[in-house]
Nanobody, 116 residues
């Protein structure tokens, strides 16, 4: 069984920063892709950032230049540094990992609220 534990969400003013962490544990041999997604009220879940086990990153234009994803493979942990936060970044942020051929797991979500 795989468990993801997220931390680091909270309330911040526009222009501020937050750092999210997600630690994976359980029966995981090698994590291929780690990522963050978010879901705002009334909207679909959307990609925020992903990083492969080789360090290749991917961001949508909405966060590019402001958010940075990183991972520590020795700790099975992924981080999301969020700078220059905007009110439209307000959402529940979910950690996701993919391993093997088709295995995937989601975290429980952490709330990020950016006030104007």
């Amino acid at each position: 069984q795989v468990q993801l534990v997220e931390s680091g969400g909270g309330l911040v003013q526009a222009g501020g920063s937050l750092r999210l962490s997600c630690a994976a544990s359980g029966s995981i041999f090698s994590i291929n892709v780690m990522g963050w997604y978010r879901q705002a009220p009334g909207k679909q879940r959307e990609l925020v950032a992903t990083i492969t086990n080789g360090g290749v990153t991917n961001y949508p234009d909405s966060v590019k230049g402001r958010f940075t994803i990183s991972r520590d493979n020795t700790k099975n942990t992924v981080y999301l540094q969020m700078n220059s936060l905007k009110p439209e970044d307000t959402a529940v942020y979910y950690c996701n990992i993919r391993w093997g051929l088709v295995s995937s797991s989601w975290g429980q979500g952490t709330q990020v609220t950016v006030s104007s």
